[in-house]
């Protein structure tokens, strides 16, 4: 998520627009012309979607894993960079090669949320969806490696799923589509967040809201759920979600405030996205993981773009009761406390 980022790649033509965010990084800004200079040098493409003026795990991703050398150099043997942005700041924007493209692309590749890194072959094909990861270059390279092998090996699978479902027809039983729709979910529910092997499934999955409307066979429980976990925001689902849990006792109402918050991209819907989490919380968030999550976005959002201090500061208390924080909140919560509760030896700056 960010046009922060150092972009790898010296040699990719001359012709192809780059963004240079670090002396020894470039990462082209133009999809087509990415895909043409990996077709030419027989490499795979690392799409970075990003939101450069207002992400905060954006930044760090930069900080923290593109900016290094270390990077540099892993990146440069297998992909072509490339740094898709949608900032908020119209100064940025004009500086977006391309900004209808990127939108289409997003779309293509149901971007929900910033950072979204996608490894891909040269025709487009994706293998790999990921985002920020902890950890430092070397982590970062060995996550990606380790996407690759397991991102082919799902594309696989997938592929004869779907083929086992297409050989189903008019005459087989009613039991007979239930109980392969049900081999196909266990296998569905099985993949790792960002696994490749999701999206050909969707529509599949999507199948057991019409096979079971009323929810008599527990079949549409279970395809909302595994849908809203897979990142799946519309209209249909949201209903339906809303409808099956409106008080959040099985825990589907909090996968539709996180789909929604994951879901934000201008600041416009900051607000909004907030006002949902503030409601989810009343009714009690029942996965930890959920809330550390949630809360952690609704501090960040009032903190640094609402100008919402009261409510920066109940969501950042929140997220610091919780055990297990992750280095990346312990820093974002240091940094909220230290500019919105300075202490005697840091006073507050005049006008704060």
């Avoid at 690392?46 to 150099?73: M, N, R």
């Avoid at 390279?141 to 090996?153: D, I, M, P, S, V």
């Avoid at 991209?265 to 607000?271: G, R, S, W, Y």
Wanted: glycine share 6%; net charge negative.
């Amino acid at each position: 998520m960010n046009i922060l980022n150092s972009f790898l790649a010296a040699g990719m033509i001359a012709l192809a627009p780059t963004i240079s965010l670090a002396a020894e990084a470039e990462w082209i800004a133009d999809f087509d012309e990415a895909a043409a200079v990996a077709k030419a040098e027989g490499k795979d493409l690392l799409v970075d979607f990003t939101g450069s003026d207002w992400c905060y795990w954006c930044k760090k991703l930069h900080d923290e894993v593109f900016a290094f050398e270390e990077f540099d150099q892993f990146a440069a043997e297998r992909y072509v960079l490339v740094a898709l942005d949608f900032p908020n700041d119209e100064a940025i924007k004009a500086l977006v090669p391309n900004p209808e493209r990127n939108r289409e692309l997003a779309t293509q590749y149901e971007v929900r949320g910033y950072p979204t890194i996608l490894l891909m072959t040269a025709d487009g094909v994706v293998y790999g969806r990921t985002g920020y990861q902890e950890g430092g270059p070397a982590k970062y390279n060995e996550h990606l490696l380790e996407l690759t092998t397991k991102g082919k090996a799902a594309l696989r699978t997938s592929k004869a799923l779907i083929a086992e479902w297409a050989a189903l027809t008019e005459q087989d039983e009613p039991s007979v589509w239930a109980s392969t729709w049900a081999r196909i979910m266990d296998t569905f529910e099985g993949l790792e967040d960002g696994s490749v092997a999701i999206t050909p499934l969707l529509d599949i999955v999507r199948a057991g809201l019409d096979m079971d409307p009323e929810n008599k066979a527990g079949m549409k429980m279970r395809a909302v759920k595994a849908l809203l976990g897979a990142g799946q925001v519309d209209e249909q689902l949201l209903t339906a979600a809303k409808g099956l849990d409106p008080k959040n006792a099985n825990g589907l109402y909090e996968l539709v405030v996180q789909s929604q918050a994951r879901a934000v991209a201008q600041i416009t819907d900051l607000a909004d996205a907030i006002a949902a989490i503030t409601k989810l919380d009343e009714m009690g968030i029942k996965d930890q993981a959920i809330a550390m999550e949630l809360y952690g976005s609704a501090a960040y959002w009032s903190w640094k773009h609402l100008d919402n201090s009261e409510d920066a500061l109940m969501f950042a208390r929140k997220l610091q009761a919780m055990e297990g924080l992750d280095e990346g909140n312990q820093m974002m919560l240091k940094e909220l406390f230290s500019d919105l509760e300075p202490t005697e030896e840091e006073p507050a700056e005049e006008g704060k």
